[in-house]
């Protein structure tokens, strides 16, 4: 065709009324098409208008890194300096065991807050977001004692519910406040007291095994075990006994046990090792389309499938084996329906059958057998770890290791305890006085690597936050309160403020469980959730309903290893903190053989 032929055809400048009839013309007869034409073009158009005019945002105004690209945000390097300290490198923040503090999960966000000199900042996130990250004790508290107010995401729901199980940790609100109610009697210090000797005989028989564990002598020579491992099993099994009166036998190296524990470690292990493909298919596998579960998966996400399986099957086999029981209770007890039973289930499903409940606030039998899968995790997972942590630290440091051996004879003393009668102490004896440096341990082993290190929430309505001190904005104002809009995304950075020398006084790396002796006075005036004064087992209404049971589980485990074995460091492997679910402890390029502890345990 010629060009003065193609002018005649395609006058230029084009006939608006003829280019409008043309389209016209081409959507009728190609529908389809022209729609998704016109979603693709507006949806354009929208994401233009969100990168170019952004929305100006309640907290434009705080602290916090540039914005690097819209789609990006600010990648938080805990190794690269923001504010003050702005591309420089960061140096180590070695720690006396000879670990670099950041490499710990959310470290990242202490030195951001250190970084800029604020306890509150905010982070560019992708896609245009924006993320408040705390560690100021005063809007902490505020959040976490709102549980209407501010919760976790939609998404966060969902992962927690995958998880953790469909109970009470998974729920907010009023619907928590009733599981609460039903929950809450089987945390009573009455009720906890009564499981201490359950917590001796699970603790005695673990040393019994281990014991006789020769199994990591070939990898790692003579005396060393697996703290995570025999631990997990510990734990596990007294979670099983005095949660719902369930023999895992998981020390003892039981089918139930075993398979809980394996079906544990191989999801963590995969959690610890996932990859972006991992995410992208566990992410349409779990959150998009769970229908599609019978597609080819990754190995990573067919293990943490699994998981989910043996903890589904576990939990309704525990049921159904709880219902049998109360039944038959029911036909020979007549009015004594629970035979003296004490296990944590037991008392919710009789706080739940009190003629005093209302009806619409009973808990069916599913929401019932959703804590249990929940117990099984939170009650579990937890204190093994901590306790493993707990040993490295006191491995590492032979002279306090000694002090508190030391300690714990002095106690026995004054609590006219013989070393070989370890369970006459009871409740009363071990939270006393003269244990207080074995909870000093604990807490400072908590304090340095808690097992939830970040806490999300979004706020479900419009606020204002005061502040504990004045927050410095950007122009050079001072502003007291931080304001919130509906839908905003909050991160309660625990270890952040862990980390923070205001509350818990200088060197804050360090591991010193004498610190808990001597805190600076602010620790007091601010507040944090009692009764260790952290926020390690959150705050507010939804804040750990197992911390008491933790502790003194976790204490009497700690009493009887000490008194058992000197433990000593395995020489030539580091360690390094690792999220999967919780922080867990691995060997650095032994990351594939899942959480693991190696210490050398040497019989006194
Ligand atoms: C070192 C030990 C433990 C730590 C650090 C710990 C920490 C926490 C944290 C941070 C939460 C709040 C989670 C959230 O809302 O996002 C929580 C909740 C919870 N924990 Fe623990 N936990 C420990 C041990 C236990 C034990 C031994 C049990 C049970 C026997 C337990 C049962 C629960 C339950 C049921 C909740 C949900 C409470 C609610 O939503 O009302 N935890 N825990």
């Known amino acids: 065709m010629s060009s003065a032929n193609y002018s005649r055809s395609h006058p230029y400048p084009p006939d608006a009324n003829a280019l409008l009839e043309a389209t016209r013309r081409h959507a009728i007869s190609h529908p389809v098409s022209t729609l998704l034409v016109t979603l693709a073009a507006l949806a354009g158009s929208y994401l233009l208008a969100l990168i170019y005019f952004p929305k100006t945002s309640a907290w434009s105004n705080l602290p916090g890194p540039k914005r690097h690209s819209w789609w ?95 109970g009470i940790v998974a729920v907010f609100g009023d619907e928590h406040k009733k599981q609460r109610k039903m929950v809450g009697p089987a945390f009573s210090v009455d009720h906890l007291r ?17 014991e006789k564990d020769l199994d990591y002598e070939a990898k790692f020579g003579k005396d060393a075990k697996d703290a995570v491992k025999w631990f997990g099993r510990a734990t596990l099994d007294i979670i099983g006994k005095t949660g719902f009166d369930y023999d895992f036998e998981a020390v003892a190296q039981g089918p139930n046990g075993m398979s809980v524990r394996s079906a544990f470690h191989a999801a963590m292990t995969s959690t610890m090792n996932i990859g972006a493909f991992d995410a992208i298919v566990g992410g349409v596998i779990f959150f998009v389309v769970p229908s599609l579960h019978f597609l080819p998966v990754t190995d990573n996400v067919r293990k943490m499938l699994e998981m989910r399986s043996e903890l589904i099957r576990t939990s309704q086999k525990i049921v159904q084996i709880k219902a049998k029981q109360i039944r038959e209770e029911l036909a020979h007890a007549g009015d004594e329906t629970f035979s003296g039973r004490k296990d944590i289930l037991h008392l919710c499903m009789r706080a739940n059958m009190s003629p005093d409940i209302k009806e619409a606030d009973r808990l069916s039998d599913e929401t019932l057998a959703g804590q249990i899968v929940t117990f099984l995790f939170a009650g579990h997972e937890t204190t093994a770890t901590t306790l493993s942590w707990c040993l490295y630290f006191l491995a590492m440091n032979a002279g306090l290791q000694d002090e508190l051996r030391q300690s714990i004879h002095d106690a026995l003393k004054q609590t006219s305890t013989a070393v070989d009668d370890l369970p006459s102490l009871g409740w009363n004896e071990i939270n006393s006085a003269p244990f207080k440096k074995v909870e000093n341990a604990l807490v400072e082993t908590l304090r340095l690597r808690p097992p939830v290190s970040t806490t999300f929430r979004t706020a479900f309505r419009n606020d204002q936050i005061p502040t504990t001190t004045p927050v410095r904005t950007r122009d050079g104002r001072m502003q007291s309160t931080i304001p919130i809009e509906n839908g905003a995304e909050i991160a309660l950075s625990i270890s952040g403020n862990c980390l923070d020398a205001k509350y818990f006084g200088p060197d804050t790396h360090i591991y010193d469980p004498s610190r808990w002796d001597n805190l600076p006075a602010a620790h007091a005036q601010a507040r944090m959730p009692p009764p260790w004064g952290f926020y390690v087992f959150n705050g507010g209404p939804k804040s750990c309903i197992g911390n008491r049971f933790a502790m003194t589980e976790m204490k009497v485990i700690l009493i009887k290893v000490l008194l058992t074995w000197r433990i000593e460091p395995v020489e030539g492997i580091k360690l390094k903190s690792v999220p999967a679910v919780v922080q867990r402890p691995a060997v650095v390029g032994r990351e594939k053989e899942g959480s693991q502890l190696p210490l050398r345990f040497v019989r006194i």
């Open 72 to 166: 990006l945000g600010n990648r938080n390097n805990a190794r690269i300096g923001q504010g003050k300290n702005e591309g420089k490198p960061r140096p180590p923040l070695m720690t006396r065991e000879g670990d670099d503090l950041l490499d710990v999960p959310d470290v990242a966000n202490a030195a951001l807050l250190e970084d800029f000199e604020s306890d509150n900042v905010i982070l560019p996130r992708p896609l245009g977001g924006e993320l408040l990250v705390t560690r100021d004790p005063a809007v902490m508290n505020h959040i976490l004692s709102d549980s209407h107010g501010y919760q976790r995401s939609a998404a966060g729901t969902k992962a927690t519910k995958i998880i953790v199980g469909d």
């Open 194 to 210: 009564a499981l201490v000797p359950t917590f001796w005989d699970l603790t005695n028989a673990m040393v019994d095994q281990m």
